[in-house]
């Protein structure tokens, strides 16, 4: 059964930081691209960033560029997002998301490339 939980999300003031993580079991970890999305109320389903299977390769929203570093850890099958700088526009749920290693289409951060889902953490910033 394929296993996929985000945790580190919660409140922060403006100019925080948060480091989320995300445990993938079930699955070749090491053969899945990786992704952070993120959801508002109200609002679209968005890629915040994405980084391939063996990390060698990172994509970051314009967003975020600066601010956000994506990095994983094979061995203990973790997926992380450090988030420094944070404002209140980055206030979401954030998804943990694995795409299965077949081309680069991954790289474009579209939810429809990605196969398995966490049921997300929420991160809120407080002004």
């Known amino acids: 059964q394929v296993q996929v939980v985000e945790s580190g999300g919660g409140l922060v003031q403006a100019g925080g930081s948060l480091r989320l993580s995300c445990t993938a079991s079930?699955?070749?970890?090491?053969?899945?691209?990786m992704g952070w999305f993120r959801q508002a109320p109200g609002k679209e389903r968005e890629g915040v960033s994405c980084?391939?299977?063996?990390?060698?390769?990172?994509y970051y929203e314009d967003s975020v560029k600066g601010r956000f570093t994506i990095s994983r850890d094979n061995a203990r099958n973790t997926l992380y997002l450090q988030m420094n700088g944070l404002k209140p526009e980055d206030t979401a749920m954030y998804y943990c998301?694995?795409?299965?290693?077949?081309?680069?289409?991954?790289?474009?951060?579209?939810?429809?490339?990605?196969?398995?889902w966490g049921q997300g953490t929420q991160v809120t910033v407080s002004s």
């Open positions: 980084i391939s299977y063996s990390g060698g390769n990172e």
């Open positions: 079930g699955l070749p970890f090491g053969n899945y691209a």
């Open positions: 998301a694995a795409a299965l290693t077949g081309g680069s289409w991954w790289s474009l951060l579209l939810p429809a490339f990605y196969t398995y």
